[in-house]
């Protein structure tokens, strides 16, 4: 399979802690993407990081890649209560066609 | 629209009748994705439509699926024959061309097969 897989596959924080989650994926890519997902929703695209990129910020976001490990990893800063979700990683396998969702991080963030 | 739409919004059908669940993209969008996630599992890709060319189906997991879009509107996934383990959510994306790496999911549709 290529999907790619998120670790841990739960987190439970306290709201201001940060919260960090990888993903790691088997293929080439042009570039790899996070996306939430809260629960019974649909999934909200929130950063996406090319190939040729090593970090990207975006608000309280940040996004590493390493494609000689072929894993990237989430930062949420300041964590609230409102990110509570799961956070998947999809990549393009090269292809730009399919993309190749991740199992998921289910992010719990405490008040 | 706003949005992508998908309805119904859930689906209880009995194993062995056929089901339709429907996707509108949002308007001006040429790229549209169906995925299958299965209860605390990640996406599976199962077709995606880009303008007039020729759909991926690769992702389709047998021959009871298919799937149409009319142009750059309306798209049906058709599932038929449903057996169990064809429940799940069905979420449909779409994207512009050119930006097409961001996509716009839909909220789903919940398939339960008796």
């Known amino acids: 399979s290529q999907q790619g897989e998120e670790d841990p596959q739960a987190l439970s924080i306290q709201e201001g802690e940060n919260a960090t989650m990888n993903c790691s994926y088997k293929?080439?890519?042009?570039?790899l993407q996070w996306y939430r997902q809260n629960s019974g929703r649909g999934l909200v695209h929130l950063i996406l990081?090319?190939?040729?990129?090593r970090e990207k910020h975006s608000g309280r976001l940040r996004v590493t890649l390493d494609t000689s490990k072929k894993s990237s990893s989430l930062l949420i800063t300041a964590s609230r209560a409102a990110d509570t979700a799961s956070y998947f990683c999809a990549t393009d396998g090269g292809t730009g066609n399919q993309f190749y969702f991740g199992t998921g991080t289910s992010l719990t963030v405490i008040p | 629209g706003a949005g992508v739409s998908q309805s119904p919004s859930n689906k209880v059908t009995e194993k062995g009748k056929d089901v339709e669940l429907r996707c509108d993209p949002i308007?001006?969008?040429?790229?549209l994705y169906w995925y299958r996630q299965r209860l605390g599992q990640g996406l599976e890709f199962l077709i995606y439509?880009?303008?007039?060319?020729?759909?991926?189906k690769s992702g389709l997991p047998s021959d009871r699926f298919s799937a149409e879009r009319t142009g750059e509107s309306v798209s049906t996934l058709t599932i038929q024959r449903t057996q169990q383990e064809d429940s799940a959510v069905y979420l449909c994306?779409?994207?512009?061309?050119?930006?097409?790496?961001?996509?716009?999911f839909g909220a789903g549709t919940r398939l339960s097969v008796l």
């Open positions: 293929t080439s890519i042009n570039n």
């Open positions: 994306a779409s994207s512009l061309m050119g930006a097409k790496n961001i996509q716009y």
């Open positions: 990081i090319r190939s040729n990129e």
């Open positions: 439509f880009q303008g007039n060319s020729a759909p991926d």
């Open positions: 308007s001006g969008h040429t790229a």
